[in-house]
């Protein structure tokens, strides 16, 4: 079985960070201006996908800079919809003259927990990939209703797992506010990751780049899934 190892990238200020994080995994979600990001992060972070062969996705979120797009915004989903496609063709702006492509969209914080559980939400997502990006795989949390959502909408879709997150009873992400919502310990990361993998949960698996010890998590979680 194969896996994709995801990260959220073009978030950080330290450069040096982020081309470290790309030397493990083979997917980047790249931050296109709603919760942080510009012209210059995504054309770095675009260019280190180049040379690594990592592909590019878009990582919209709602357009809240101020609190990193982790706060639930109310937005009519014809909003969201324009959000997300304003984000994803900015990405592409700087994208496609150096070559590449956008092959994935995941949405983050927030909206991406939001889809996961309201469909109108997920729908306005949808929508707005189909519109220009219609071959692009949509990543969603596993067993989330987001996901059926999109594959009635003739789009694909990637299952997603966290490594470096807790879940509840439900299978709905901790909520950050929660001390014990992230998972700092690479080797407790990597298990989580492999367990996720064996049971054929997800298509892909996520470690966020501002985790503390991402690196070495991203490490961790490399190495077992190429072992198992």
Request: proline share 4%.
């Amino acid at each position: 079985m194969l896996i994709d190892l995801n990260c959220d990238l073009g978030e950080l200020e330290d450069a040096a960070l982020e081309a470290a994080l790309m030397e493990y995994i083979t997917s980047a979600n790249i931050a296109c201006g709603g919760h942080t990001g510009d012209e210059v992060t995504m054309e770095r972070t675009a260019r280190l996908a180049l040379t690594r062969g990592v592909r590019i996705g878009a990582h919209p979120s709602y357009p809240d800079r101020a609190h990193f797009g982790r706060l639930e915004i109310a937005m009519a989903p014809d909003e969201i919809e324009a959000a997300v496609r304003s984000q994803i063709e900015r990405l592409e702006r700087v994208v496609t003259p150096l070559g590449g492509r956008i092959t994935h969209v995941k949405a983050h914080g927030a909206l991406y927990n939001v889809a996961a559980r309201q469909p109108e939400v997920a729908r306005a997502i949808g929508a707005a990939i189909a519109d220009g990006n219609p071959e692009a795989v949509v990543f969603g949390l596993a067993g989330s209703l987001a996901l059926d959502v999109w594959r009635a909408m003739g789009l694909a879709v990637a299952a997603e797992a966290f490594a470096d997150r807790r879940y509840d009873p439900d299978g709905s992400l901790r909520s950050r506010q929660f001390p014990d919502a992230l998972i700092t310990g690479p080797a407790e990361a990597a298990a989580q990751a492999t367990r996720f993998a064996r049971e054929g949960q997800a298509q892909t698996i996520c470690v966020h780049s501002d985790t503390p010890h991402a690196l070495a998590i991203l490490q961790a979680c490399r190495e077992a899934l190429s072992q198992a």
